[in-house]
Antibody
Framework: QVQLQESGPGLVKPSQTLSLTCTVS??????????WTWLRQPAGKGLEWIGR???????NYNPSLQSRVSISIDTSNNQFSLSLTSVTAADTAVYYC????????????WGQGSLVTVSS | IQLTQSPSSLSASVGDRVTITCRAS??????LAWYQQKPGKAPKLLIY???ILQSGVPSRFSGSGSGTDFSLTISSLQPEDFATYYC?????????FGQGTKLEIK
């Protein structure tokens, strides 16, 4: 059974960079045919898709965040990561990593979520 | 592609049949999914490709629709079904979600 676990700082200062890692167990990020995705959800609000990376390293990002976001895959550690620069309070949210069931973005496996607060 | 769910909230009783709708701003080619989210938990995939039931999901959940109009139906509500439901389109990037429908106990 594939399991995902987010890790990273829970508090980030404004203008700094938010960095999160998703560690995958029970499966491999090397295995083709899946999408490895980051999403976020501000408290009491809906889901926002941030972007995704394929095993090949190919990425797609939400245009609303594209100038600040980077997602990469680390095959040696079976992880994928999110970097979001120049954060503001509006970036405060629970961040989720997820894996799709196939090359579409139907997200079957999710991490438990990681709350990141942007505050000085 | 913008997704609009209705209603935004819904009160119902155990045993009721409920339907949530999702309207897309343009055709999604059936590339639509439904998720259930309970407080403090990650979303759970229920339905994908508009009508395919994800493995392990009870058969009281069903999805239908095409083009721009889709629906999720729960045939007989169970206590564990009270949650927030989201539709998602994967036809084009960026992937987008509806605003959610909160299903509450009457």
């Amino acid at each position: 059974q594939v399991q995902l676990q987010e890790s990273g700082p829970g508090l980030v200062k404004p203008s700094q960079t938010l960095s999160l890692t998703c560690t995958v167990s029970g499966g491999s990020v090397i295995t083709g045919g899946y999408s490895w995705t980051w999403l976020r959800q501000p408290a009491g609000k809906g889901l926002e898709w941030i972007g995704r990376v394929y095993t090949t390293g190919r990425t797609n990002y939400n245009p609303s965040l594209q100038s600040r976001v980077s997602i990469s895959i680390d095959t040696s550690n079976n992880q994928f990561s999110l970097s979001l620069t120049s954060v503001t309070a509006a970036d405060t949210a629970v961040y989720y990593c997820a894996r799709s069931i196939d090359l579409n973005e139907y997200l079957q496996h999710w991490g438990q979520g990681s709350l990141v607060t942007v505050s000085s | 592609i913008q997704l609009t769910q209705s209603p935004s909230s819904l009160s119902a009783s155990v045993g009721d049949r409920v339907t949530i709708t999702c309207r897309a701003s343009q055709a999604t080619g059936g590339y639509l999914a439904w998720y259930q989210q309970k407080p403090g938990k990650a979303p759970k995939l229920l339905i994908y490709a508009a009508s395919i039931l994800q493995s392990g999901v009870p058969s009281r959940f069903s999805g239908s629709g095409s083009g721009t109009d889709f629906s999720l139906t729960i045939s007989s509500l169970q206590p564990e079904d009270f949650a927030t439901y989201y539709c998602q389109q994967v036809k084009s990037y960026p992937v987008t979600f509806g605003q959610g429908t909160k299903l509450e106990i009457k």
